[in-house]
C-alpha cells in the first residue's frame, strides 16, 4: 500500500510540474475527463494528455480519491464517493507540501477562472446566435463547444435553422448535416451526458433529434427516452409539453409507450394546476385521439377556466388540438371563433385554411365564422392569386357552405384567364361548383362553354376515373359535355372503371348512374313520359319516416290516400307519394298500378332530407339533390322537400298542420322554411 501511495504522489508532483494548467482547473467534469476517472471520457480529449496518464489509469480509476481539490468529485456523475480515512490521512501526511501548494494555486485562481468562463459562455452563444445554417451551427460545435449546454444549445439550434428551411433546401441540408463528421460527435456527446443533463436539455434535445430525422431505433434516441421515463416525475409543465409533443410523432415501441403511459399519469395529476393556454393546447394535440375520455373532460374543463385569456394565436392553435384529439367542445370552438372573428384581417392564408379544415373535421359548423372569412377573402381578393381562391373554395366546399359573391368573382376570372386552370384545378372547380349547386350570376353559359373547352384540352391524356369526375360534376349541374362523353362511355374506359378489386367500385357505379340519368333525362330530345314504371320498393318504414307516416294517416285517414317507398326509373326513390286534383283541393287515392298520365291528377313527391343535403345556413339544395329534384320534375312529380330534422323536432298537431299546407296550398315553397344558421 505504502509503495502506491508514494507513487501516487510522485506522480502528482510530477504532472504539478509538467502540466501546471491542470491545476488552474476548477471544473468537475474537466478533471474528471482529463484523469481519465469518469465513466464517460469527452471524445475530444488531448491525445498527448491521454498518452501520459497510460501508465496510471489503471491505478487512478480503481481508486476513489479526491484529487486536486477536496471538494471536486473526479467522478461526473454527481454522485457523493465516501473517501476511505487510512488513505486519506496517508496523503495528507506524506504529501502536506503538494497538497497545499495546489490548494493556494487553485484558491488564487478561482475568481479569474470564473470570469474567464462566463466570458467563453458569453462569446460562445453571441457566436451561436450568428450561425444562419444547420452547418455553421455544427462547425461552431466542433470548434468550440466544451460543455454539455453548449452541445444540446447546438442541436436546438440546427433543428431551429432547419425548421424555417423549405422542403427543397431541407433535403438537401438535411443530407449535409447527417454527412458533417460535427454532427457524429454531436451525436456521441449527447449519448456520453444525457444522464446528466439538465431537464429542459433533455427534452429539447430529444425533440430536436427526433425532428431531425435520427432513426427511432438508434442508440440515442432510445437512451433519450430512457432517461426521460427516469427523470419524468421532475419535469416541469413546459418540458411535458414538449416531450408530449415529441413522442406524438414517434412509433409505437416498449419505451415510447412505458413513457406516453407515465406522461398520461403526470399530466392526469397536474392539470389542475396548469394554467397556461399553449400547454394545454400542445397537451391536448399530442395526447391524440387516444386519450380516454376522461382525461379529455379534465383537459377540457382546463381550457374552459383559461378560455377568457385566449389570444389570437392560441385560438387557432386550440382548434387545431382539438381536432388531434377529436374532441368536439362546442363552448371551446364558440370562444376560439369569436377571437378568430375579432382578428380575422390579421390570419395568413394558411391559418385560415387550417381553421376552415379544422371546422370540417369537427363537423362544427358556424356561419357566422364562414361567412366572415369569405367575406374578407372576397373583399381582398385582389391580395389573392388564382391558386389561393381555388384552396379557399374547395375549403368552403368540404364544409357545404356557399360563398357565393366569391365564387361570381372566380367565375369571372376564369372566363377571363382559363390558361391557368390545369387538369387540378378544372377538377376542383367542378366539384365546388357542382356540389354546392352554384350557377354564376349573368355568366352561365360563358363559364360552363369555358370549363367545358378547358376540359376537352386534356382529353387525350386525362385517365377514366379523373374523366368520370370531370363529367359527373358538369352533368350534375345539368350541362352535358358531348366530347367527353363519348369517351367515357367507351368500352375500353368502362371495363377499366368497373375492374374488379377496385377499392371505389362501388362509388364509381353510382356516378355512372346519375351520368346515365343526366344523359337521358336532361337530353332537350327528353319529353315528359306518358306514365312512369313505379313499385313500391317496400313496405317497411325506416324509423325517421314513421312520424311523417303516422302524420299523413291522421291528415289523410287512410293508407291508400298516399305510397310509401317508391321506386323510379334511374334508381330514385320518393318517400312518399300523394296524388290531388289539379287544384290541390283533394287527395286522390292511390293504386300499384294507377301510372298513366292525367292532366288533372298532380303527383306529389315528398323528400324527407338530413340537414347534410343543403348549403349550410341556407335551404339552398346541394347539387345531388337539386339534380333528383330536376330529374323528378323531368318525370311528372311536384317535389317537396322537407328538413328530417325540424320535423322530427316538432309536435304531433304540427306535424299534421305542416302537411296539411304542402300538400293542399299551391304556393308552398318546395323545402321548409327554416332557415338553419347552426346545427350546433
Known amino acids: 500500500m505504502n509503495n502506491k501511495v508514494s507513487y501516487l504522489l510522485k506522480t502528482v508532483r510530477c504532472m504539478h510540474r509538467c502540466n501546471p494548467v491542470l491545476a488552474l482547473s476548477s471544473s468537475t467534469t474537466a478533471r474528471a475527463h482529463a484523469l481519465g476517472t469518469g465513466r464517460y471520457k469527452d471524445p475530444v480529449e488531448n491525445a498527448n494528455f491521454r498518452k501520459f496518464f497510460l501508465n496510471i489509469y489503471r491505478c487512478l480509476h480503481e481508486s476513489s480519491l479526491r484529487f486536486l481539490s477536496q471538494k471536486t468529485d473526479v467522478f461526473s456523475t454527481d454522485a457523493k464517493i465516501q473517501i476511505e480515512k487510512s488513505t486519506e490521512a496517508l496523503v495528507s501526511e506524506q504529501a502536506p507540501q503538494s497538497s497545499l501548494k495546489l490548494q493556494k494555486l487553485e484558491d488564487g485562481s478561482g475568481s479569474l477562472e470564473a470570469k474567464q468562463g462566463t466570458g467563453r459562455n458569453e462569446q460562445f452563444f453571441s457566436s451561436l446566435q450568428k450561425c444562419t445554417c444547420p452547418c455553421d451551427v455544427l462547425d461552431l460545435a466542433s470548434g468550440s463547444a466544451v460543455s454539455t449546454k453548449h452541445f444540446t444549445n447546438c442541436l436546438t439550434m440546427v433543428w431551429r435553422l432547419f425548421k424555417n428551411l423549405s422542403e427543397d433546401q431541407q433535403r438537401y441540408e438535411k443530407r449535409l448535416i447527417f454527412e458533417h463528421p460535427g454532427f457524429v460527435q454531436l451525436c456521441q456527446q449527447l449519448l456520453r451526458d ?165 371546422c370540417h373535421s369537427l363537423q362544427y359548423r358556424n356561419v357566422k365564422l364562414f361567412s366572415a372569412v369569405a367575406n374578407y377573402v372576397t373583399s381582398t381578393v385582389c391580395l389573392w392569386d388564382k391558386r389561393q381562391i381555388i384552396l379557399f373554395l374547395s375549403a368552403f366546399e368540404m364544409l357545404g357552405f356557399q360563398p357565393s359573391e366569391l365564387m361570381d368573382i372566380f367565375a369571372e376570372k376564369v372566363t377571363e384567364d382559363p390558361e391557368f386552370m390545369n387538369l387540378k384545378y378544372l377538377l376542383i372547380t367542378l366539384r365546388v361548383y357542382s356540389r354546392l349547386n352554384y350557377v354564376p350570376r349573368g355568366q352561365k353559359h360563358l363559364f360552363f362553354e369555358t370549363l367545358h373547352s378547358c376540359l376537352n384540352k386534356y382529353l387525350p391524356h386525362i385517365s377514366s376515373t379523373e374523366l368520370l369526375k370531370a363529367v359527373y360534376s358538369l352533368c350534375i349541374l345539368g350541362y352535358l359535355p358531348h366530347l367527353a362523353l363519348d369517351q367515357l362511355l367507351q368500352k375500353n374506359n368502362l371495363d377499366e372503371l368497373l375492374q374488379s378489386g377496385d377499392l371505389y367500385k362501388e362509388q364509381k357505379e353510382r356516378m355512372l ?152 296550398s299551391r304556393n308552398s315553397f318546395p323545402s321548409s322554411e327554416v332557415n338553419v344558421q347552426n346545427n350546433n
Open 194 to 358: 444525457s444522464r446528466w443533463m439538465t431537464r429542459g436539455d433533455l427534452v429539447f434535445s430529444l425533440h430536436a433529434v427526433v425532428n431531425l430525422g435520427v432513426p427511432q431505433n438508434t442508440l440515442l434516441v432510445q437512451t433519450l427516452l430512457r432517461v426521460c421515463q427516469e427523470k419524468l416525475n421532475r419535469l416541469d409543465n413546459r418540458c411535458v409539453s414538449v416531450l408530449a409533443s415529441t413522442l406524438a410523432g414517434l412509433n409505437k415501441d416498449k419505451n415510447v409507450s412505458a413513457l406516453q403511459a407515465g406522461l398520461r399519469l403526470l399530466v392526469e395529476q397536474r392539470i389542475p394546476n396548469i394554467r397556461d393556454i399553449f400547454i394545454l393546447q400542445n397537451l391536448m394535440r399530442c395526447m391524440g385521439k387516444d386519450t380516454p375520455v376522461f382525461l379529455k373532460k379534465k383537459l377540457e374543463m382546463a381550457v374552459l377556466k383559461e378560455v377568457d385569456h385566449l389570444t389570437f394565436p392560441n385560438a387557432q392553435r386550440v382548434f387545431l388540438a382539438l381536432v388531434a384529439m377529436n374532441c368536439c367542445s362546442i363552448p371551446i370552438l364558440n370562444a376560439c371563433s369569436e377571437k378568430i372573428l375579432e382578428n380575422i384581417h390579421d390570419a395568413p392564408f394558411r391559418q385560415l385554411i387550417l381553421i376552415l379544415e379544422a
Open 513 to 664: 348512374q346519375c351520368v346515365k340519368a343526366c344523359v337521358e333525362l336532361d337530353s332537350p330530345a327528353f319529353t315528359k313520359p306518358a306514365f312512369v314504371l313505379a313499385e313500391d320498393f317496400s313496405s317497411l318504414v325506416s324509423l325517421n319516416l314513421r312520424k311523417a307516416r303516422e302524420a299523413l294517416l291522421e291528415l289523410l285517414g287512410d293508407e291508400n290516400m298516399f305510397r310509401q317507398n317508391v321506386q323510379l326509373p334511374h334508381k330514385y326513390r320518393i318517400d312518399f307519394e300523394i296524388r290531388v286534383d289539379s287544384e290541390r283541393k283533394k287527395v286522390l287515392p292511390v293504386t300499384a298500378t294507377d301510372d298513366h298520365a292525367d292532366s288533372s291528377v298532380e303527383r306529389l313527391a315528398f323528400l324527407f332530407v338530413p340537414l347534410s343535403a343543403f348549403c349550410v345556413g341556407t335551404t339552398h339544395p346541394q347539387g345531388k339533390l337539386a339534380m333528383k329534384k330536376r330529374h323528378l320534375n323531368k318525370l311528372g312529380y311536384h317535389v317537396i322537400v322537407v328538413m328530417n330534422k325540424k320535423f322530427q323536432e316538432m309536435t304531433n298537431e304540427d306535424a299534421v298542420e305542416f302537411l296539411k299546407g304542402k300538400i293542399y
